[in-house]
């Protein structure tokens, strides 16, 4: 670890040039005492590593020194493509694994490409998961991961709704979808899922996970993407079922795809005209009638719903029971 340490020391004062302890501390990850004994080991075998006192100082390489010691190892190569993604890479045991290839790329590009790479880095920057919502705990995903890359077998006890049971899985993949990870895996032959069958489990309801020395052969064919998307389709279209006719207001259209994304989306591409009032009318499709209505209330007073009849008594109800929640005051 300490040797990939200084590689990495080395290439950030190759590539940025001056930087203070503290700096280079913070990029690393460590100690600035650890930085300092760093320093003076890669002095020690030749590198020449200068510093500078002052207000303006810090550590920097002889003007014209460069390392060509840029070649990438195999699961740094592998992790570049997190590269937008550096919470995620660390929840994979890849963080540093990450920050070492990002500097070998830099490192080898000419100056004006590695200054567009700063430019571009400086000015976006991708945050993968949902608004006010804590991370899942997923103390398992790197043995997860590791498992996906060695093709090996794994068995462990996952909780679902109706309590927890025990697979064997074959893991193929791992998906991140709105701050959540995802294992997508064969069932093993003896579990109730059925031989060959191609599940979907959430990487925070693992309970138990011991990697077993099996390795197992990956389906000829099998698309990762492809069968997510496919997933997801199979997923919406069994959720949302039924269809609930709308009034909106201009407010309820915009709150609408906000509340229910690519189905709010649907529902206002076929919308009917808008009236004197401003309202219009659509069709949505909703999941079964509780959770409907829970989520019909969450559009307020910018909505009303027209029909199934079911439908709206049910949302009637709601509304006369929250009402007596709150009497006026006297």
């Not at 070649?71 to 550096?86: D, K, R």
Request: no cysteine.
């Amino acid at each position: 670890m300490r040797a990939d340490r200084l590689l990495s020391l080395l290439l950030l004062l190759q590539g940025r040039g001056r930087m203070t302890a503290p700096e280079l501390a913070a990029d690393l990850g460590v100690s600035v005492r650890t930085v300092y004994r760093d320093i003076e080991a890669l002095s020690s075998s030749g590198v020449p590593v200068y510093a500078d006192r002052g207000p303006a100082g810090g550590y920097r390489l002889m003007d014209g020194y460069r390392t060509r010691l840029t070649g990438l190892t195999g699961h740094e190569a592998g992790s570049l493509f997190l590269s937008g993604l550096p919470g995620p890479a660390q929840e994979l045991g890849l963080g540093a694994v990450l920050t070492t290839a990002q500097l070998k790329v830099r490192a080898a590009l000419p100056d004006a490409l590695a200054e567009h790479s700063r430019r571009v880095q400086d000015r976006f920057h991708l945050d993968a998961p949902g608004w006010f919502r804590d991370a899942d705990p997923v103390p398992y995903l790197p043995q997860v991961a590791d498992a996906v890359w060695e093709q090996r077998v794994l068995q462990v006890r996952y909780q679902r709704w109706q309590g927890e049971v025990r697979r064997e899985l074959h893991p193929l993949g791992i998906v991140l979808k709105g701050g959540i990870w995802y294992a997508v895996a064969v069932a093993a032959a003896q579990n109730a899922d059925g031989e060959g069958a191609v599940r979907t489990y959430r990487i925070s309801r693992l309970v138990e996970v011991s990697t077993a020395d099996e390795t197992f052969e990956r389906p000829a064919g099998f698309d990762l993407p492809g069968y997510w998307e496919a997933s997801t389709q199979r997923l919406e279209a069994m959720l949302r079922q039924e269809v609930a006719r709308l009034r909106l207001s201009p407010a309820g259209r915009r709150l609408l795809v906000a509340k229910f994304g690519t189905s709010g989306e649907r529902a206002l591409e076929g919308a009917g005209p808008s009236g004197e009032d401003g309202w219009a009318e659509v069709e949505l499709a909703v999941e079964s009638l509780p959770v409907a209505v829970s989520d019909l209330l969450s559009l307020g007073a910018e909505a009303e719903v027209l029909g199934p009849p079911a439908l709206r008594e049910a949302v009637i109800e709601a509304v006369r029971a929250l009402a007596a929640r709150y009497p006026p005051k006297v």
